[in-house]
């Protein structure tokens, strides 16, 4: 994307892409085919912690805290860790520092960051099933609760794909 200034001051401006439109009576870009807004994915996001946080080994969850994502006022998607509550910009290079959760759960929270975007659909393929030669297919260690949890995030994402369009 070409890095253009104005005439008037030197804060740089950003070129909008070719693939981004207008949507007619809105301010927002959209991607084109792309009907859902950016609030309603965080929703769809932060269900899908909260499936994962309420089975098994409750990944996500601390006490009376379940981890989520959030939008400030310029539609930036922030992640609020369940075990410290601080809110950590997920734009910023470095963004998993302080994430409490370990590599496996953190590359689902990428996966997540990249749904609310719009570059991705939900992770769905993160829940395995997985062959039993690799950690006896539990990789979670949820035992039976995985299915559970397969199944209600499977029926997220079908009502994530009918919201779509």
């Given at each position: 994307?070409?890095?253009?200034?104005?005439?008037?001051?030197?804060?740089?401006?950003?070129?909008?892409?070719?693939?981004?439109?207008?949507?007619?009576?809105?301010?927002?870009?959209?991607?084109?085919?792309?009907?859902?807004?950016?609030?309603?994915?965080?929703?769809?996001?932060?269900?899908?912690?909260?499936?994962?946080?309420?089975?098994?080994?409750?990944?996500?969850?601390?006490?009376?805290?379940?981890?989520?994502?959030?939008?400030?006022?310029?539609?930036?998607?922030?992640?609020?860790?369940k075990y410290s509550q601080k809110r950590e910009y997920t734009?910023?290079?470095?963004?998993?520092?302080?994430?409490?959760?370990?590599?496996?759960?953190?590359?689902?929270?990428?996966?997540?960051?990249?749904?609310?975007?719009?570059?991705?659909?939900?992770?769905?393929?993160?829940?395995?099933?997985?062959?039993?030669?690799?950690?006896?297919?539990?990789?979670?260690?949820?035992?039976?609760?995985?299915?559970?949890?397969?199944?209600?995030?499977?029926?997220?994402?079908?009502?994530e794909e009918n919201t779509d369009g």
């Amino acid at each position: 994307m070409p890095l253009t200034t104005t005439s008037n001051d030197f804060e740089p401006v950003r070129a909008i892409p070719p693939v981004l439109l207008e949507s007619a009576g809105s301010t927002q870009p959209q991607r084109r085919g792309q009907t859902v807004s950016k609030e309603a994915r965080v929703e769809i996001a932060n269900r899908f912690l909260e499936i994962i946080a309420s089975h098994g080994r409750k990944f996500f969850a601390h006490e009376r805290h379940i981890s989520r994502f959030e939008l400030d006022k310029r539609r930036r998607v922030w992640f609020v860790d369940k075990y410290s509550q601080k809110r950590e910009y997920t734009h910023y290079r470095y963004w998993g520092r302080r994430f409490t959760e370990g590599g496996t759960m953190f590359a689902l929270a990428k996966h997540l960051q990249a749904f609310i975007m719009g570059r991705e659909s939900l992770p769905i393929s993160s829940l395995g099933p997985w062959p039993d030669w690799y950690c006896d297919g539990d990789l979670w260690g949820y035992g039976d609760d995985m299915a559970k949890v397969r199944a209600e995030c499977a029926a997220l994402a079908t009502t994530e794909e009918n919201t779509d369009g």
